[in-house]
């Protein structure tokens, strides 16, 4: 079977190509993704999140190599393996980040991907439940919602938040981004809404389009310089499809870099150590590795209100019947954004998530007694890592190197992040919930002190980008087209492309680069059929 369009990755990025190739139904587009349907109610009910994290069929369960800047840590890293990829198992905030980044994009080198230009793209992707206006859509796939339900601990941290002097904001997405307040969350009527459900679902009802899962991609196959087919494992066997279009990349940053090295485009000399003919020498492949890292700040809760112990049954059944109650939440309700003060151009460089439960561990690692924690993280951070083959084995794990806390500017502002939390914590609103501080505690209190519990503790807060960076320079893999440098028919479309991390979460950005992307691949079809 020839297809026009082949997308591997059922992700973020490839459930939104997967529905606007399809729409016109001139072209015959096939999906492959390597996890399985989203039949897991857990995916749907959004507090089921917690339960996802380590669940290993839906999951591909990374774990970087030992980060020495960490105390040789290997921290965990779960991402998506499943339809919807990391969108269904994600924490569902939605946020962009800020203008400046996309600005930033544009002006290294990539036309067309200024805020001004991408800013209908979100609007075209989302269905804002308050409505439409100059920066929210209301008519999209993506239903972007506020949450059903939220505990009281997440309001009396709102409010301490601005005793501490924040700006309360209603909309992290709207003029200005600084301030804290409530998450709106990619829902519609208190499910989850994935990429799978807001996307897939529209181009499953099309008889142009073939979804296969349990299909992984094992490698790019060519005619000299073009891309024409792959290489794919379905159950025990190895089956091949070609295409006499063009092949799609939105495996996420760890999966896309890592079949293109197997496929012979990376770093010369790293293909060869593994034995890979090269087809093209990049050595921007999994290079320019980067993540928001994230310190949490735990405090006891002298009131059982928290979600820490929840009678599980109960919350289910409610949220079966009804739809309601804690099943609704997607667990890191509030939260915001703070300018530090390390920052020169009044830009907000750190966000917060806060969440009414002990957190410790991704919520692997189970805590006696009730309270509450507030996630920090550097929004633009300096340090830079990369990622290689372990073998030319396709399914062996890549190796992961974050690298992070590499440049000392990182380090500084977790410190803040941290005294931040404390200075909010301690604001009047919490004092009838606060009980002692559990982590970093009390006898942490220099900055030495500080620097250690963060080595000792920080955790990824899931936001790996750039290992298939867009740009012009010797290091960019995709061109400002999303195409593979030196390669016809073949682009990559998912967060390995950002150049630089946006600040916030990921999500949407994602979203919106599979939107533009599809925009530059049906133009491009247009021009050459014209
Ligand atoms: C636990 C967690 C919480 C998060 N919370 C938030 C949040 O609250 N808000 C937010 O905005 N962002 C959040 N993120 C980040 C966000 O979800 C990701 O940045 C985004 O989903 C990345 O999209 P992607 O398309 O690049 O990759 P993914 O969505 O990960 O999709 C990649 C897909 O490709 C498939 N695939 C990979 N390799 C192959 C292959 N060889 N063959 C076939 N299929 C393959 C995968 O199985 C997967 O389905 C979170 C992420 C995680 C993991």
Not at 87 to 95: E, R, V
Not at 347 to 362: E, G, S, Y
Request: net charge neutral; with cysteine; glycine share 10%.
């Amino acid at each position: 079977m020839q297809y026009d369009y082949i997308i591997v990755g059922a992700g973020s990025a490839g459930c939104v190509l997967a529905d606007r190739l399809s729409a016109s139904g001139q072209h015959r587009v096939l999906l492959l993704e390597a996890g399985g349907s989203d039949w897991h109610p857990f995916i749907h009910m959004p507090a089921g999140l917690a339960k996802l994290v380590s669940n290993q069929s839906i999951n591909w369960n990374y774990n970087t190599e030992p980060e020495p800047n960490l105390n040789n840590r290997r921290l965990y890293w779960p991402r998506g393996k499943v339809l919807g990829g990391s969108s269904s198992i994600n924490a569902m905030c939605y946020i962009r980040g800020q203008r400046a980044d996309y600005d930033a994009w544009a002006a290294a080198g990539n036309p067309g991907w200024s805020f001004a230009e991408v800013l209908p793209l979100f609007r075209r992707s989302e269905a804002n439940t308050r409505g439409t206006d100059a920066l929210h859509g209301d008519a999209g796939p993506l239903s972007v919602d506020d949450l059903k339900h939220t505990n009281p601990l997440s309001h009396a941290f709102v409010d301490a938040a601005q005793q501490a002097g924040y700006p309360r904001n209603e909309d992290f997405n709207g003029a200005e981004q600084a301030g804290f307040g409530f998450y709106q969350v990619t829902q519609r009527n208190g499910q989850r809404w994935s990429t799978a459900a807001g996307y897939l679902k529209r181009a499953k009802e099309r008889a142009n389009f073939t979804l296969m899962t349990g299909a992984q991609v094992l490698r790019i196959r060519f005619d000299h310089d073009r891309a024409v087919g792959l290489d794919v494992r379905i159950g025990k066997h190895i089956e091949r499809f070609e295409t006499s279009g063009e092949i799609l990349l939105s495996g996420g940053a760890i999966n896309s870099p890592q079949l293109l090295m197997l496929s012979g485009i990376g770093p010369a000399d790293h293909l060869r150590h593994h034995g890979i003919g090269v087809r093209m020498d990049l050595p921007g492949v999994g290079a320019n590795l980067h993540d928001h890292l994230d310190i949490c700040v735990l405090q006891r809760c002298t009131q059982k209100i928290t979600y820490d112990h929840p009678n599980d049954a109960a919350v289910a059944l409610k949220y079966l019947f009804t739809r309601s109650g804690l099943g609704t939440s997607n667990v890191a309700e509030a939260g915001g954004f703070a300018v530090s003060r390390h920052a020169s151009d009044g830009r907000p460089d750190l966000q917060f998530h806060f969440v009414p439960a002990m957190l410790d561990d991704h919520g692997r690692n189970r805590l006696p007694g009730y309270g509450f924690t507030m996630h920090g993280c550097a929004l633009r951070p300096k340090s830079r890592g990369h990622l290689e083959l372990a073998s030319s084995d396709p399914l062996a794990k890549p190796r992961i190197y974050a690298n992070y806390l590499s440049e000392p500017e990182d380090l500084k502002l977790l410190v803040e992040c941290v005294r931040i939390s404390r200075d909010i914590f301690a604001q009047p609103a919490l004092v009838p919930f606060a009980g002692d501080e559990y982590l970093p505690g009390k006898d942490v209190n220099s900055t030495p002190e500080i620097e250690s519990f963060i080595r000792r503790k920080a955790e990824t807060i899931y936001h790996p980008v750039g290992t298939c960076k867009m740009g012009q320079d010797a290091s960019a893999v995709v061109d400002a087209q999303l195409r593979v440098r030196g390669i016809d028919g073949l682009r990559v479309i998912d967060a390995s492309i950002m150049p630089t991390l946006v600040s916030g979460n990921t999500n949407a950005p994602t979203v919106m680069i599979a939107e533009k992307a599809s925009d530059l691949i049906l133009n491009q079809y247009l021009r050459a059929a014209a």
